[in-house]
């Protein structure tokens, strides 16, 4: 006699969302991180592998004419060639320094590519195949210096076909784990988001593309960056290989599940040991370790995408894109009176629906993040708590989800393609700063908001994704960091939120969606005392335009 068997989630799934719930911040208690920070033994933020060869790349990103309006306007910019200098212009875009400041006796760097606490835990590499200057292997690349060391070296076979360069990010947990503790995978996740933005955005200004590489897994991209050899690491803290981009000069001039020219690295010369970060680490967070084992990748993971037809974005900033780029900052502070223009606000939020341009032409998934937005002080605007549904199934699913008490009227004046709703009327000041950890910022910018994944479907489809659904909602952080500097206003990623307080608010009582990121834009309120100095004072900087 055949029992009934119900079925039963993987036990990855499991852990994903055992992992998910023990790190939620809750108004009678934070997740678990140190009972305290000794600021002066901060894990160091630069990896280096000593004994591997350097090149030094040339700074030239300054001197690069695009318009960051341009980077939204497919086939609008003929592609630049692969060099030493158009390589350095993309990784000083994307992950280089973009200023040191100074407060009395500390100095710290801040980077182009954003971080939860600063504390950068990505990593990123070139896997480089005939290209000037540049022998075949893999580097690792050095921000603080703005230099690549040669990790391995490679022979191929003479080729008539163009260059091939790929990037593969990975993220060192400990540097966020240090401050944040349990909650610390969830900030690197963001932040390899936050990477993808600032790598598409950086080609962008050379007339690039890039693709996600689907068709590798963890294990593979692991053995690619070289991060599986024990005994080039020892001692030091190891890293989490994240995933791998293309390169591409020509829109689908190579397909992106084609990366057959890596199995080439079989037969590499490596060379270089990874840098100790933090000698004496205070604590141990073991669920790290097992919720990053939990989520690797084991398999392709693709969906056919189905791209809504909206409008043409209407024209943005005519300022160069590299200015807007390195001039990227987090604000600590707003001015607690200023608003901002409607149309600008609706022009922010029409950057976050899915399109064929920049930057979501690097997204290969359905949009599963959806923004909901607490509005203090836009002009011409109801304050009160909105709903931005990214997808055509979307606001379906979210009706069923949210309160049913929520109005769901059109915001005013609103475009027709921008489904943005009003759910309910109110000042939100209060709520929005209490669910955001009490953080003043949160109340103070002219918005604050925050997004909403498709939580319990995603992830039993493959507990992989769960970092995904970071990627995604790192990546809509990235988009709004650039707009906002675009718009003369500046905003900051809140990693830091009361996540069932959110879902209480908005009526949701089942893991259908999940709360992942805050975010709010205002007006900064600068520190005059922080001394703000140039990102590579010992370096010269190019003088040619690209």
Known sequence: ???????????????????????????????????????????????????????????????????????YQPGNLEPQSFSLQTVGALLELAMGLSAWKEYGPDRWALRCNPSSGNLHPTEAYLICQNI????????????????????????????????????GLSSIHWREAWKYGERAFRYCQLDVGH???????????????LKLVEAVNSRELSEWLGLDRNSDFDKAEREEADLLLEVMLQPMARSQHDPACLDILENGRWAGKA??????PMYRWPVIDEIATATRKESVSAENVEWASHPLLASGSDRPSAELILQRRSAQCFDATASMAREDFYLMLDHLLPRQ??????????????????????????????????????????????????????????PDHLPLFLLTQADCRSAARTICCRQAIAADGCFSLGMLVEFDEVVAS?????????????????????????????????????????????????????????????LPVLDSRILTQPPYPDRDVGTSAT
């Open 132 to 167: 000037p200057a540049l022998e075949n292997g893999i580097y690792h690349y050095v921000s603080r210096d703005h230099a690549l060391e040669q990790r391995c070296r490679f022979q191929a076979e003479p080729s008539e076909e163009d260059g091939r360069i790929f990037i």
């Open 195 to 209: 990477a993808l933005g600032a790598l598409r955005y950086a080609a962008g200004t050379l007339g690039w593309k």
């Open 275 to 280: 840098n100790v970060l933090d000698p004496h």
């Open 462 to 522: 493959d507990p992989w994704r769960y970092r995904q659904l970071h990627w995604e909602a790192g990546l809509l952080g990235h988009v709004l960091y650039l707009e906002a500097e675009a718009m003369n206003m500046r905003g900051t990623g809140i990693g830091c939120f009361l996540d069932d307080a959110f879902h209480k608010i908005l009526g949701i009582t089942d893991n259908s969606f999940q709360s992942l990121y805050h975010f709010t834009v205002g």
């Open 1 to 71: 006699m055949l029992e009934n068997r119900v079925s039963m989630p993987p036990a990855e799934t499991e852990q994903v969302a055992a992992y998910h719930d023990r790190t939620k911040h809750r108004l009678d208690r934070y997740a678990a991180g140190p009972d305290t920070l000794d600021w002066s033994m901060q894990p160091n933020p630069f990896r280096e592998f000593s004994g591997a060869p350097r090149i030094e790349l040339p700074l030239v990103a300054q001197r690069l004419i695009t318009t960051f309006s341009s980077i």
């Open 357 to 414: 341009i920049a930057p979501w032409d690097i997204w290969n998934f359905e949009p599963r993040v959806h923004p909901v937005l607490f509005v203090h002080r836009v002009q011409g605007l109801t304050p009160g708590l909105y709903v931005l549904p990214r997808s055509r199934n979307a606001e379906d699913h979210l009706r069923a989800a949210l309160s049913k008490e929520f109005l769901w009227e059109k915001a005013e004046q609103c």
